[in-house]
């Protein structure tokens, strides 16, 4: 009989596919709000739902983080070289890095902004961690706004790393995730 290939824990690659749809639910949001002039409902609409996207990964993190480092990842089959494993493990870390960093610069923004953070369908206003400074909610801006390009391509090289895996090198790295 053969043994069935080590996968992730179900709650892991629920995490995982779940970030993804949200991830991509927040590059469509923040893209998007550029088909809509500065100032009208729908910019401000899409800005709410590209905040709250980012909010959601920020919570979903939480718990992907501590799977993540409490409990191995199953093995690759056949291993990875070395030249290989290295830097995998780096993207991975720097996606953990951004997927945190992120939403946590997009709260930054908008409390030094003096923005209310109202939760979705609600008037329930969040406290600010914040005072307000333009010089800061600049700042935070600017640097989410560098990361968030960034991000992009560290996704894309993701997903192109993952397609490799299935593809050519037809290992079960993919697998291990769905």
């Known amino acids: 009989m053969v043994s069935p290939r080590p996968r992730y824990a179900p709650s892991r690659r629920a995490l995982h596919w779940g970030i993804g749809i949200v ?3 927040a590059f469509v949001f923040i893209e998007g709000r550029e088909n809509f002039a500065r100032g009208t409902p729908e910019r401000a609409a899409m800005m709410q ?6 909010i959601a990964i920020l919570a979903l993190m939480l718990p992907r983080l501590l799977l993540a480092f409490s409990r ?20 991975h870390l720097l996606l953990y ?3 945190v960093a992120q939403p946590v610069l997009g709260l930054m923004t908008a409390w030094t902004d003096g923005k209310q953070i109202l939760l979705p369908f609600t008037s329930v206003v969040l406290p600010a961690l914040m005072a307000p400074s333009e010089t800061l909610a600049h700042q935070f801006e600017d640097l989410h706004e560098l990361i968030g390009s960034a991000f ?15 593809f050519v090198r037809r290992d079960d790295t993919l697998r291990r995730m769905t």
Not at 49 to 54: K, P, R, T, V, Y
Not at 152 to 166: K, R, S
């Open 152 to 166: 992009y391509w560290v996704v894309g090289l993701h997903v192109l790393a993952a397609l490799y895996h299935h």
């Open 23 to 25: 991830l991509v639910l």
């Open 72 to 91: 191995p990842a199953p093995a690759v089959s056949p291993p990875l070289p070395a030249w290989q494993a290295l830097p995998a493990k780096g993207l």
């Open 97 to 99: 890095a951004m997927l």
């Open 49 to 54: 739902a590209h905040f709250w996207a980012g």
